[in-house]
Nanobody, 128 residues
Framework: QVQLVESGGGLVQPGGSLRLSCAAS????????VGWFRQTPGKEREAVAA?????????HYADSVKGRFTISRDSAKNTVHLQMNSLKPEDTALYFC????????????????????RGQGTQVTVSS
């Protein structure tokens, strides 16, 4: 089992920044794939970003966040971060991370069902 705990959410004004963290514990292994998704009531769940670690790193972003969000890993802490800049009201959502102990192919990154574990999420609210 892999346990995931998200943190870093909160209330921020439009144009502001937040850094979300996804701390993994338990039976993590390499290679692995981590995804960030967001969910808003009444809307479809949306993939935001993904990171694949396989000795090297590849990162992938949804078009809606490209250039504003950055996904990265802290190997010492087994944590994946999502730096979110230039936040917009439409970024408001519950953000959660997902984990798979293998390298997913790119086409599989965008569906949470392709991962084996997910966290409870952290709420991000962008409002003035």
């Amino acid at each position: 089992q892999v346990q995931l705990v998200e943190s870093g959410g909160g209330l921020v004004q439009p144009g502001g920044s937040l850094r979300l963290s996804c701390a993994a514990s338990g039976r993590t292994s390499s290679p692995y794939t981590v995804g960030w998704f967001r969910q808003t009531p009444g809307k479809e769940r949306e993939a935001v970003a993904a990171l694949r670690w396989y000795g090297g790193t590849s990162t992938h972003y949804a078009d809606s966040v490209k250039g504003r969000f950055t996904i990265s890993r802290d190997s010492a802490k087994n944590t994946v971060h999502l730096q979110m800049n230039s936040l917009k009201p439409e970024d408001t959502a519950l953000y959660f991370c997902t984990w798979k102990n293998s390298r997913l192919i790119v086409s599989s990154l965008w569906s949470a069902e392709n991962y084996d574990y997910r966290g409870q999420g952290t709420q991000v609210t962008v409002s003035s």
